[in-house]
């Protein structure tokens, strides 16, 4: 099993910055992937970027340039740098953990709100 908490979220301006952490504990060595997926009102939850199994990394077309993933393997944490952010980025953002066997675990997500 695999437990993933997120933070970080919260109200910003448009243009403004915020940075999600995701804390993962519990059965670390089976994580193949990691990534974050975000879900607006009224929309499905959709990929926002992911470490792929391969060590690369994968971003949705609307946040590449603007967004930049990390991670700090000493923590077991991943990070979501979320830069130049726009009112359409408003969503609650989910981290994902993926594991060998294709388990998909996921956090119970943050809040980002984009408003002026």
């Known amino acids: 099993q695999v437990q993933l908490v997120e933070s970080g979220g919260g109200l910003v301006q448009p243009g403004g910055s915020l940075r999600l952490s995701c804390a993962a504990s519990?059965?670390?060595?089976?994580?193949?992937?990691m990534g974050w997926h975000r879900q607006a009102p009224g929309k499905q939850r959709e990929l926002v970027a992911a470490?792929?199994?391969?060590?690369?990394?994968n971003y949705a077309d609307s946040v590449k340039g603007r967004f930049t993933i990390s991670g700090d393997n000493a923590k077991n944490t991943v990070y979501l740098q979320m830069n130049s952010l726009k009112p359409e980025d408003t969503a609650v953002y989910y981290c994902?953990?993926?594991?060998?066997?294709?388990?998909?675990?996921w956090g119970k997500g943050t809040l980002v709100t984009v408003s002026s």
């Open positions: 994902n953990a993926r594991d060998f066997m294709g388990v998909s675990y």
């Open positions: 470490f792929t199994s391969g060590g690369s990394t």
């Open positions: 519990g059965s670390i060595f089976s994580i193949n992937s």
